[in-house]
C-alpha cells in the first residue's frame, strides 16, 4: 500500500511533490479505471463531446491528457481518429493496455504538452484536455505556455475542450463529488486534504484501505478563461456539468470550450 504522504508547502520535496508525472505512480494508475468507471463515466457524459466535435466539424483529434485512454477509447470508437497522449509513464503504459485489450487501434505518444510538436504529430481539428489535467500546473505562465502549445496543434478555427474540477465551489467549500460525473467508481471515496488558494490536494481512499493523494492548483473558472485569452483563443464558453446554464456553486467540473 502505498505511504501516506504529508509535505508542508515549504518543504523542498513538496516541490517534487507537484510534479505530476510522480503523483500517477504505478499502484494508483492501475486503479484509475476502477476510479472512474468507464461505464459509468461514459453514461454520465452521454454524448456532450462527441456532439460538440460533431458540430465543429471535427475529426482529427488529439487527446492531449489521455491518462488510461478513457476519452480517446470513445471517440474512437464514435469514428473520430485520436491520437493520444499524456506524460506519465504509467498512464502511458495503461492506456496502451486499455486499447489492445479493447482492440481500438490508437496511436498513444508519451509527451509532456512543453514538448508536443505540430512537425512531428501534425495539427488537428480539436485538442482535447479532460479529466482535471490542466491544475497540475501551478504557475499561470506555465499554464499559458501550454495553452499557447495546445493552440499550436490545432489547424486554424480549430476546437480546444479543456474541463477542471469546480475550484469556484471547492474554494468556498462546497466540494462535491456527487459521482454521476468522471470519478463513478463506488470503490474509492475522494475527500478534500490541504485546500488553500495555491493548493488543492484530493484524497482517494480505497473500500480495501489503499489511499493516494493529488495534489493540484485550484484554478478558478474565470481565471482559467482570461488564461485561453491571453494564449490567443477565441470565445471561450464554459458549459456545467455539461450543461450551457447551470448555477456554478452547485456542478461539479466546469469544461471550457475555445477557438484557436
Ligand atoms: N484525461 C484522463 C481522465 O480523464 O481520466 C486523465 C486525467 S488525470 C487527472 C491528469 C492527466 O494529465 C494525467 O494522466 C497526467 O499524466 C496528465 N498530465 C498532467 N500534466 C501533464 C503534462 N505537463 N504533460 C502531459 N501530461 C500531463
Known amino acids: 500500500m502505498p505511504q501516506l504522504i504529508a509535505l508542508s508547502p515549504a518543504d523542498p520535496l513538496a516541490i517534487a511533490y507537484h510534479d505530476y508525472a510522480r503523483q500517477y505512480e504505478a499502484d494508483f494508475v492501475e486503479r484509475w479505471?476502477?476510479?472512474?468507471?468507464?461505464?459509468?463515466?461514459?453514461?454520465?457524459?452521454?454524448?456532450?463531446?462527441?456532439?460538440?466535435?460533431?458540430?465543429?466539424?471535427?475529426?482529427?483529434?488529439?487527446?492531449a491528457a489521455t491518462g488510461s485512454g478513457f476519452h480517446a477509447a470513445q471517440l474512437h470508437k464514435a469514428g473520430f481518429d485520436v491520437t493520444a497522449c499524456?506524460?506519465?509513464?504509467?498512464?502511458?503504459?495503461?492506456?496502451?493496455?486499455?486499447?489492445?485489450?479493447?482492440?481500438?487501434?490508437?496511436?498513444?505518444?508519451?509527451?509532456?504538452?512543453?514538448?508536443?510538436?505540430?512537425?512531428?504529430?501534425?495539427t488537428f481539428d480539436a485538442v482535447?484536455?479532460?479529466?482535471?489535467?490542466?491544475?497540475?500546473?501551478f504557475e499561470s505562465e506555465a499554464r499559458i505556455a501550454v495553452l499557447k502549445r495546445f493552440r499550436q496543434m490545432l489547424k486554424p478555427g480549430g476546437l480546444l475542450l479543456?474541463?477542471?474540477?469546480?475550484?469556484?465551489?471547492?474554494?468556498?467549500?462546497?466540494?462535491?463529488?456527487?459521482?454521476?460525473?468522471y470519478y463513478c467508481g463506488d470503490t474509492a471515496r475522494v475527500t478534500l486534504g490541504e485546500l488553500n488558494e495555491s493548493v488543492c490536494e484530493f484524497v482517494y481512499r480505497f473500500a480495501?484501505?489503499?489511499?493516494?493523494?493529488?495534489?493540484?492548483?485550484?484554478i478558478r473558472p474565470r481565471q482559467l478563461q482570461d488564461e485561453l485569452r491571453a494564449?490567443?483563443?477565441?470565445?471561450?464558453?464554459?458549459?456545467?456539468?455539461?450543461k450551457p446554464v447551470y448555477d456554478v456553486m452547485n456542478v461539479d467540473f466546469i469544461v471550457h470550450q475555445a477557438h484557436a
Open 128 to 137: 482535447l484536455c479532460l479529466g482535471s489535467s490542466l491544475c497540475h500546473l
Open 162 to 181: 479543456i474541463d477542471q474540477r469546480n475550484f469556484e465551489a471547492i474554494l468556498a467549500g462546497r466540494f462535491t463529488s456527487s459521482g454521476r460525473y
Open 231 to 242: 494564449a490567443g483563443f477565441r470565445a471561450p464558453h464554459a458549459y456545467g456539468d455539461f
Open 33 to 63: 479505471d476502477e476510479l472512474i468507471d468507464w461505464e459509468k463515466r461514459a453514461a454520465g457524459e452521454g454524448a456532450f463531446f462527441h456532439d460538440l466535435l460533431r458540430q465543429a466539424g471535427a475529426w482529427r483529434v488529439l487527446d
Open 208 to 218: 480495501d484501505g489503499a489511499q493516494y493523494r493529488l495534489r493540484v492548483c485550484p
Open 86 to 122: 499524456d506524460g506519465s509513464p504509467t498512464m502511458v503504459d495503461r492506456a496502451r493496455r486499455n486499447f489492445d485489450r479493447l482492440g481500438v487501434d490508437v496511436p498513444v505518444h508519451r509527451y509532456d504538452w512543453q514538448a508536443l510538436d505540430a512537425r512531428v504529430l501534425g
